[in-house]
């Protein structure tokens, strides 16, 4: 399954994925599981994501490195402050959080199925791709940044 590595946009999934949970939500309206408060946990898991992945595209361009995560190799720099001291991948976290949002304002159950799944393809068709690209780039470096910062968080 090599083929789906540094393929699909992770912007253009996480909105894909938006319109799936949306569309969820509208046509499997049984599955909906609506509690007190729904709406507000959705626009801060929505604000939250969104400040996440904002942080995260600051420190690069603070760094003045490539944000495109289909073309690793093009980094010039390992990003390590910032919103980075916490997390290796504060983008993509945040757009995790950001489906979840969406699920949560639908209260769907599929569309908080869809959130781990979001999860995991991003993790082996993505960061992990990128972590190999970055390690021949970089080497000790990246590496070491590796075992002081955890991958999500």
């Known amino acids: 399954m090599r083929h789906l590595e540094l393929r699909v946009p992770p912007l253009a999934l996480c909105a894909g994925l938006s319109v799936v949970i949306v569309a969820l939500g509208h046509c499997l309206s049984f599955a909906n599981l609506p509690f007190p408060g729904h709406q507000v946990v959705a626009v801060c898991a929505m604000l939250i994501g969104a400040s996440l992945a904002a942080a995260g595209v600051v420190q690069f361009r603070l760094a003045k490195t490539s944000v495109n995560p289909l073309v690793p190799s093009k980094a010039n720099s390992v990003v390590a402050s910032g919103i980075y001291r916490l997390s290796r991948n504060p983008m993509y976290l945040g757009m995790a959080v950001a489906v979840f ?48 910062v955890r991958r999500w968080i």
């Open 101 to 148: 949002g969406v699920a949560a304002w639908h209260s769907t159950l599929f569309g908080y199925l869809l959130v781990p799944l979001f999860c995991v393809y991003i993790t082996e068709y993505q960061i992990k791709p990128e972590e190999r690209a970055l390690l021949a780039t970089f080497g000790q470096e990246f590496a070491a940044y590796m075992a002081k």
